[in-house]
């Protein structure tokens, strides 16, 4: 379970995130959504511990990351957009270094490995250098390596930018089973079509304040969210 609890974040004199609070329990998909520079990439980067936030609190499974920030960690995995990957090891040397940092056991990681490259058809490229990746190449690399670990709670910004139809598939499938699972996900869209055939969940941010959250069925209960979005967040 993921909760965030009255997050506050400045820049300066320009509040970026105001007072948000929300709680995305196990075996949900949360979907995000916001215009640009609504504040969604700075809440995903307090949730997963590369921006400060100076007021509130944010937990996993009752662990907070300002008290017990390793320990949040560990339940945590984070998918970013645009991956800045270390482009100097091979796919494999990679995926292996993120798996000594979570000490994940030797037959587990390969296996795991295996699976997800097998799935994103990266299996036969891992030996070479990263450096040698295009842009979707690295994103399912860092997709697979943020499963080595099973994380409790997996936060996706932009996931989908860079993929083919069928990573996008492959992707969405194991969003869903993961979910079954138990698995807490945060997800961050601006498909919105994505966003409600794939999330449990949905809160809208604008201007920095979460204006509207709920299940999708209840968002949605009279038009697609599309519309909805555009009503919520219209500039007048």
Do not use: W
């Amino acid at each position: 379970m993921l909760e965030v609890k009255h997050v506050t974040k400045k820049y300066g004199e320009k509040i970026a995130v105001q007072d948000i609070t929300l709680t995305v329990e196990d075996g949900t998909i949360f979907g995000f959504i916001g215009h640009n520079g609504a504040g969604k990439t700075t809440l995903i980067k307090a949730i997963v511990g590369i921006h400060e936030f100076d007021e509130g609190g944010i937990l996993i499974n009752g662990i907070s990351i300002k008290t017990s920030e390793i320990e949040y960690k560990k339940q945590l995995a984070y998918i970013p957009d645009n991956p800045d990957l270390y482009e100097n090891l091979t796919g494999i040397d990679y995926l292996n270094f993120i798996a000594d940092i979570y000490e994940v056991d030797s037959k587990i990681r390969e296996d795991r490995i295996k699976k997800y490259a097998t799935t994103f058809e990266l299996l036969p490229h891992l030996g070479d250098l990263i450096s040698s990746y295009s842009h979707g190449m690295k994103q399912k690399l860092a997709i697979i390596s943020s499963l080595i670990h099973d994380p409790r709670v997996l936060v996706l910004d932009e996931p989908f930018v860079g993929l083919d139809p069928k990573s996008s598939k492959d992707l969405k499938d194991i969003m869903k089973s993961l979910c079954k699972d138990g698995t807490t996900i945060f997800f961050s869209s601006h498909v919105l079509e994505v966003v409600e055939k794939l999330c449990n969940r949905v809160g809208i941010i604008k201007n920095g304040k979460l204006i509207k959250e709920g299940t999708t069925k209840e968002i949605t209960s009279s038009e697609d969210l599309e519309s909805v979005f555009l009503e919520l967040t219209d500039e007048e």
